[in-house]
């Protein structure tokens, strides 16, 4: 079944005073999600990700276009009550505990009165919150929002999860726990859907991903397929100052701080940098990937348009 | 009553209680017995007037202003903050939220002015030693200022879902004002001619009616309300609060949220 | 994918009915409680507290009440009520709001002391505009005007003119009228001289018409002594009384036939008596009515 179908959703915005400078956040947009896949929505800031969230919840309305989410209307009631959203740096009504905010957003979700408590104490416990229920949030830092709001996104159990930056705010520990609590919901047969501009996490995470930018999607598709044609980076670290001229003829890129060498090769190469290294006898400190080969894929894809800036580790 | 609009009404119940508006009590507690005993001891005839005087028009004032400040903030602080995403991605229409906060809010006053009720009957009760079969009026008058609360909530809500808190209390403190002198204003409105007439008439009848509904002064004298104006009144409150909440819903359906 | 049209038209059919059942409801409400804003808001005491309450805005809150009077004096024109009750206290409330607002103590002289019954409450009312605004002519004549015309003092009504014309910018007649006190306060000549000056000095409409109304009267009271002495001349002359004013114009005692202010002809009634033909329509008329005849309350046309 197709979990989300997007139909040339499109938004353009009218700005200035008089409304008459257009601006185009989102041209149309062809997509679809299989249900069951975990399906990464990749950009850079700016490039569209939240509006079209936003277009899929029915926040905001497009210009142009539709979308069916598990075959039904963008603001079916049927369809809500089936899926979970959490947004971009979310907030919620301080004057709540943990525990009075799930329970009130499980009334509007039609979570059964019986099952509401339980509900609410499984799913803080699953994001490791068990403990604050009774807290108000504005006691909350950063960290434990982020929970919260992965909290009430699956606390109905809904079929399709819509996470808009779910790893932002959250310290390595705290990623760690998001990825394997997607990995999770997959394995329980729902589908995710996240945006992110951290290419790492959608390349350990995501079944298939696309890449929007400026407004326009570049390419989909799943991970594998993309990065084959991509030859990934390594970075070489050696002991002294000497540079070996073989390097030169490898492509390296070499910098001399203090009295280690750092160079940046292809693959490819490696072989035939280390032989190098080995006939200098020069000591080899470290010998690490220097970018994922989706992060190349997405650096090569977007260079045009400068879109490095965009991009982290 | 649907479900989401109950959970609604109560989950804006609870912030303005949390928000601590009730502690506007305590004033109001403060205000009344102040009066009270002051005017008890100065004892100049006409105490009961101006307890009825004083504590109703309070309890207007301290309502209308309390009506304004949360209902302005109703849907715009949702908005700004963001924490309308999380509740518009579930199933909740647009309008179910509107109406929810409204009754939220109108429920808030109505307990707010249920206390106060009892503060001006224990004011009254301490100037007078006992109490007259004229002072049931006094709960009409109480009832209508219900109903004014009624109004205000729902223009409130109305600019809220449009404009900056800012301008909404500006718009929603002049409504109610000009509201006051609407009979006035269609007085006005009568000896003028051509255009003018038109335009005011029409701003004449679309301001909401509050000097109807302001009998604190024929209370404070005994003077009984009739029934008819009761009903007349009641009526003319909700089908106003309901036209300004259709408004808002229409307003707020086509909103793109940022 | 767009805002549920099924909302927008509920809402908006919903919104036009509650519009139209406000306006109507409106209505009704209007008419179960006119004239109840008025007494409602003179409960508010005395108007000193109502300054005070006004919290700076007395001028404001002084043209409402302004207003409010207006209305009032109106709404009982047309009803034609016998009693003004309320247009004392609006026009204390409107002036102890704005001493300085003219045209109340111009209303309060001429109606208060004539058609309200009120003359003294006029009198206190003028008084107090000429302690706030003494160089302001107008209020001497009126104040002169009530004691001429109502109370019949003509000594004070010299004494107001007079006061009145050291007034810098005084009108010259109010010199006039203080000497014609003195002499001939009674007379229909002084009264049409006053009359005049009202009607000419005042911009308000309904006390124009108040003017042009006793003007009218003040004709006929003139005219029906004149046409009844035609008429006994006409008898000295031919011995019987004439049949109708043709036989006096044959006698050459006058020429065309005589009309009224209103504009009908007079009537010649057999016994010799002259009547004016609709008295209804000339109010404050003091003669040429039938034998008890009652005149209704007096209800004149504001005039521009």
Not at chain 2, 251 to 256: A, D, K, L, S
Not at chain 3, 164 to 182: E, I, N, R, T
Request: proline fraction near 4%; charged fraction near 20%.
């Amino acid at each position: 079944m197709i979990a989300i179908d997007i139909l040339g959703l499109e938004k353009t915005y009218s700005v200035g005073f008089w409304r008459k400078k257009p601006k185009c956040a989102l041209r149309p947009l062809h997509l679809r999600v299989e249900e069951g896949e975990i399906f990464g929505f990749l950009g850079p800031n700016g490039a569209g990700k939240t509006t079209t969230l936003k277009m899929l919840m029915g926040l905001v309305y497009p210009t142009a276009g539709s979308a069916l989410i598990l075959g039904m209307e963008i603001n079916d009631p049927r369809m809500k009550a089936q899926i979970g959203f959490l947004p971009e740096q979310p907030y919620f009504y301080d004057y709540l505990t943990a525990g009075e905010l799930l329970d009130y957003y499980g009334q509007l979700s039609g979570v059964a009165p019986k099952e509401r408590s339980r509900k609410v104490r499984e799913v803080l416990e699953r994001v490791g919150l068990a403990d604050v229920i009774r807290v108000q949030l504005r006691k909350f830092s950063k960290g434990m929002l982020q929970r919260v709001g992965i909290a009430q996104a699956i606390l109905h159990d809904p079929r399709i999860v819509f996470l808009d930056e779910p790893m932002s705010g959250l310290d390595p520990m705290g990623r760690r726990e998001v990825r394997d609590l997607m990995e999770q919901l997959k394995h329980e047969g729902k589908t995710v859907f996240f945006s992110t501009h951290i290419l790492s996490d959608a390349e350990a995470l995501c079944d298939r991903v696309a890449i929007i930018h400026l407004g326009e999607l570049q390419s989909v598709g799943a991970v594998v397929d993309l990065t084959s044609s991509i030859e990934g980076k390594i970075e070489l670290v050696w002991h002294g100052s000497k540079v070996p001229a073989a390097m030169n003829g490898l492509g390296a890129d070499c910098h001399v701080t203090g009295d280690t060498v750092r160079a940046v090769l292809l693959e490819g190469n490696q072989e035939a940098a280390l032989e190098a290294l080995r006939r200098e006898q020069l000591r080899i400190v470290s010998l690490i990937p220097a970018r994922t080969s989706l992060e190349e894929y997405f650096v090569r894809k977007l260079q045009p348009s400068k879109a490095a800036a965009g991009v982290t580790k | 009553m649907n479900g989401r609009v109950v959970h609604i009404a109560s989950n804006t119940f609870r912030e303005a209680v949390r928000d601590r508006v009730l502690y506007n009590l305590i004033a109001f507690a403060l205000l009344m017995s102040g009066a009270a005993i002051l005017v008890g001891q100065i004892s100049i005839g006409i105490e009961r007037l101006v307890v009825i005087h004083l504590g109703l028009t309070a309890v207007s004032l301290f309502g209308v202003v309390i009506a304004i400040f949360i209902g302005i903030g109703l849907v715009s602080k949702e908005i700004d903050k963001r924490t309308l995403y999380t509740v518009l991605s579930r199933p909740v229409q647009r309008w179910e939220f509107i109406v929810g906060k409204f009754f939220g809010l109108a429920g808030t006053l109505v307990v707010n002015t249920f206390f106060m009720a009892l503060g001006v009957f224990a004011a009254l009760l301490y100037v007078s030693q006992h109490f007259h079969a004229a002072d049931g009026w006094v709960l009409v008058a109480l009832y209508f200022i219900i109903l004014q609360f009624l109004i205000i909530t729902a223009v409130a809500l109305l600019f809220s879902s449009f404009s900056s808190p800012l301008l909404s209390a500006v718009f929603a403190f002049a409504l109610f004002v000009i509201g006051t002198f609407a009979e006035d204003l269609r007085g006005f409105a009568g000896m003028t001619h051509g255009l003018t007439r038109w335009l005011a008439t029409g701003a004449a009848y679309l301001v909401p009616n509050f000097s109807a509904l302001n009998v604190i002064s024929s209370v404070a004298h005994e003077q009984p309300v009739p029934g008819h104006l009761i009903l007349s009144n009641t009526a003319y409150a909700l089908v106003y609060a309901s036209m300004a909440l259709c408004g808002a819903v229409l307003i707020f359906e086509h909103r793109n949220l940022k | 994918m767009k805002p549920s049209s099924r909302i927008t038209i509920t809402a908006s059919i919903l919104l036009v009915s509650c519009l139209a059942g406000s306006v109507l409801l409106l209505r009704s409400i209007d008419r179960q409680r006119t004239g109840a804003t008025l007494e409602e808001v003179l409960y508010i005491s005395s108007p000193k507290l109502l300054k005070h309450l006004s919290l700076g805005y007395d001028g404001l809150l002084a043209d409402i009440y302004w207003t409010r009077a207006v209305q009032y004096f109106g709404d009982h024109l047309d009803k034609g009520a016998e009693h003004y009750d309320l247009l004392g206290p609006l026009l204390e409330i409107t002036t102890t709001l704005d001493p300085h607002l003219l045209v109340a103590y111009e209303y309060g002289t001429n109606f208060l002391a004539a058609n309200g019954g009120q003359p003294r409450r006029a009198i206190e009312l003028s008084e107090f505009g000429i302690r706030n605004n003494p160089n302001e002519w107008h209020l001497y004549y009126g104040l002169g005007f009530v004691y001429c015309m109502n109370l019949k003092d003509y000594a004070k009504a010299s004494e107001s003119f007079l006061r009145g014309s050291k007034v810098p910018d005084a009108h010259p007649f109010l010199k006039v009228l203080a000497a014609q006190m003195a002499e001939r306060g009674g007379d229909i000549q002084t009264a049409r001289l006053l009359w005049t000056t009202t009607f000419q000095t005042t911009k308000d409409r309904d006390i124009r018409g108040n003017a042009v109304a006793h003007l009218r009267a003040l004709q006929v009271d003139e005219d029906v002594p004149i046409l009844e002495r035609l008429v006994a001349q006409y008898r000295d002359k031919t011995g019987h009384l004439p049949q109708s004013f043709s036989d006096l114009e044959a006698a050459n005692l006058m020429r065309g036939t005589p009309v009224d202010p209103a504009g009908h002809t007079y009537k010649l009634l057999p016994d010799g008596r002259v009547e004016v033909r609709v008295p209804d329509e000339l109010p404050f008329i003091q003669k040429g009515t039938p034998p008890g005849y009652v005149a209704p309350i007096p209800k004149f046309k504001p005039i521009d």
